[in-house]
């Protein structure tokens, strides 16, 4: 069994199911993520909180890349996450403290 590259989600899942992969595109990324009641720096905290406490670590490179793109700093990431332990659990704040480290350590 080959490694899934959880760098980019959404691509690979797309081999399986390319379906699912289109609905990420049209209409979350394309309808929801443009919607200007939210800025896209506020639904990356939400989606990046989100993926926290609901423990889909997986998930979490790719948004905290778009974190970035979309305006945080590493400084209020690392808040984000000291901020969750109290809410989704410290075991949580770990693994995410882990996962940001490492796509960070890979962006330097």
């Known amino acids: 069994m080959k490694p899934v590259d959880f760098t980019r989600p959404r691509e690979a899942a797309r081999a399986f199911t390319p379906k699912l992969s289109d609905f990420v595109e049209q209409p979350l990324y394309s309808d929801v993520w443009t919607d200007p009641d939210l800025a896209p720096r ?7 909180a989100c993926l926290i406490a609901l423990n889909h670590s997986n998930e979490l490179p790719a948004h905290l890349r778009r974190g970035i793109e979309n ?3 590493k400084t209020e990431i690392s808040a984000l996450i000291t901020h969750m332990a109290f809410y989704a659990g410290f075991p949580a704040a770990i693994t995410a403290s882990g996962y940001a480290n490492a796509t960070f350590d890979d962006q330097a």
């Open 42 to 48: 506020d639904r990356s905290l939400i989606t990046i």
């Open 71 to 73: 305006g945080l700093t």
